[in-house]
């Protein structure tokens, strides 16, 4: 776990050391990106509930996170860190970059041109259904991941993923029903709750179990997966509950604090 830029780390490692990596960079959304915790009952702030009453509150906690580069130049910013990625991973190494709407279609043109179109495996959906929903168009939902192998050798570890139930169990009989089938490229998964003791109040929490499916497919026990934007520590987590080394970077160091503290809770 490495307080510092990325891009200071990733040079200075040696071609082809990790077996995969995920990034939950920012999304090029030309924000600052806040989320406050609050106790209520307390505290001098006042704002409006349910049926128009009012209630005081105090801010127990306040996060942000920077996401206010113009176009051109987060791209550049995203593309020098992907080449470098490209050149750290094994031959059989794997990248699952995780993005939304706003950048992700020109994020694919620049993989193909760095990975080969060849070597795009997947863009893997992400659904989920929460906040608000806008009157006039549909309601955002989902981000995206884009699947790239380094080469036409990656692993899939197809056995030890984690199934979901069939629609229809009674079509399949007892013994498939019982094990579920397997995900497609479009995960339902919902968000971390507010109420959840998962939550660290990290704008971009991501929650562990996404970051598990796609560690237990990509990787093996004692592979090396690395997070180069790590925020509040998930792919630590995951790996570490997984039997994987990870190494973890972000140049916040308040998501260092955090990603601490969760590690430093989760059993060995």
Not at 95 to 124: C, K, P
Request: glycine share 8%; with cysteine.
């Amino acid at each position: 776990m490495i307080l510092a830029e990325n891009m200071s780390i990733l040079r200075q490692l040696p071609d082809a050391c990790i077996d995969l990596v995920y990034i939950d960079p920012p999304f090029g959304t030309g924000q600052v990106r806040r989320l406050q915790a609050i106790r209520t009952g307390v505290g001098t702030k006042t704002r409006s509930g349910f049926g128009g009453r009012t209630y005081t509150f105090d801010v127990i906690s306040a996060h942000e996170y920077r996401d206010d580069m113009d176009l051109d130049e987060y791209l550049e910013f995203l593309g020098e860190r992907l080449v470098e990625i490209h050149r750290v991973l094994r031959p059989t190494g794997s990248l699952y970059l995780h993005l939304d709407f706003h950048t992700v279609h020109y994020a694919r043109l620049m993989l193909d041109e760095i990975f080969g179109a060849d070597h795009f495996l997947n863009e893997i959906i992400w659904a989920y259904d929460y906040g608000g929903r806008p009157q006039d168009r549909w309601p955002r939902k989902h981000d995206n991941m884009l699947w790239y192998a380094k080469s036409d050798r990656w692993v899939f570890n197809v056995d030890g993923i984690d199934r979901i139930p069939y629609m229809a169990p009674g079509l399949v009989g007892p013994e498939k029903a019982a094990r579920g089938k397997l995900p497609t490229d479009v995960w339902w998964m919902t968000i971390v709750p507010t109420n959840s003791r998962e939550r660290t109040g990290y704008p971009t929490q991501k929650p562990v179990g996404l970051v598990e499916r796609i560690i237990r497919a990509s990787s093996n026990p004692g592979d090396l997966v690395a997070d180069f934007f790590c925020g509040s520590g998930t792919v630590g987590v995951a790996a570490k509950r997984l039997n994987r080394r990870f190494l973890l970077v972000d140049n916040n160091s308040e998501a260092i604090r955090i990603t601490n503290e969760r590690l430093e809770n989760e059993p060995c």
